[in-house]
């Protein structure tokens, strides 16, 4: 997979680089990749992709950031032929991984934290500090296992769709996968943790802070394209949930994306 790499920070603990992927592949797994060192995978948007390694497999979206060991061998498979910006923390420093890889759920605000510190490496401030707090936040975070069944189906739906279906209410998202909308709520919290609503909710707040870090200053038009009913709706979620408001995020989030 070609990628397009920028050195973002180097010193004695770790070294962060901003990484642009390029599928030119079809549907199928990409070869075997090595890793020489242990690295963490945080994600700058949106992204659906599957990751394999050993008898493992696991779908990767805007909300996941992945942690992989020494040596650690793994496949590739994108849902569509789209470009995945990344930011990849690596080196001798970072806390051991277990023998499998390791994935977790970020939260809005942690997600909002990895676009500033991005932000602020690419401007030559003190991003390292804010670097090394989500690196150690990562270590505490809920480990995702590799999802099943109906919760594996509407987890891509919801990550396919997320900016692009306002219209498309739960029970839809249940007869997709041809699950009760009770039984598939339940099902979806015990795997994930979170409620159906929230992990939409969330998934839309990344798709959001992506389109402010690309530049865009049409936030009336941002809470429409992700179905919130005004910009005051989506406003007021976005604080509620990222921190700060949309035009603080805006600011920060300036020109982030490389």
């Known amino acids: 997979m070609p990628q397009e790499r920028t050195l973002l920070y180097t010193g004695h603990e770790f070294t962060v680089e901003h990484v642009r992927s390029h599928s030119q592949q079809g549907p199928d797994w990409s070869a075997p990749y090595t890793l020489e060192s242990r690295r963490i995978i945080f994600p700058t948007g949106r992204t659906v992709l599957d990751v394999r390694s050993g008898d493992g ?34 080196r001798h420093r970072l806390p ?20 500033a510190a991005q932000r602020q490496l690419r401007a030559g401030d003190a991003g390292a500090d804010a670097i090394a707090s989500l690196v150690d936040e990562l270590s505490a975070s809920r480990r995702q296992a590799p999802l099943t069944g109906a919760v594996a189906r509407v987890k891509r739906l919801l990550a396919e769709t997320a900016d692009c279906e306002a219209k498309l209410s739960m029970r839809d998202v249940a007869d997709a996968v041809s699950r009760s909308p009770f039984h598939l709520a339940r099902s979806f919290r015990q795997q994930t943790g979170l409620s159906l609503h929230q992990y939409r909710q969330h998934l839309r707040l990344a798709a959001a802070m992506e389109r402010l870090a690309d530049g865009d ?22 604080r509620r949930d990222v921190g700060v408001t949309m035009g603080e995020a805006r600011r920060m989030l300036a020109s982030a994306r490389i």
């Open 57 to 90: 497999t696991w779908l990767v979206d805007g909300l996941t950031a992945m942690h992989f060991g020494d040596a650690m061998v793994y496949q590739l498979r994108l849902a569509a032929r789209a470009a995945r910006h990344s930011m990849v923390v690596s």
């Open 96 to 115: 051991r991984a277990d023998a499998a890889p390791v994935f977790c759920l970020l939260s809005p605000r942690s997600l909002y934290r990895v676009h």
């Open 217 to 238: 200053r049409d936030l009336a038009g941002i809470a429409h394209d992700l179905g919130y009913c005004s910009q005051s709706h989506l406003g007021a979620v976005f």
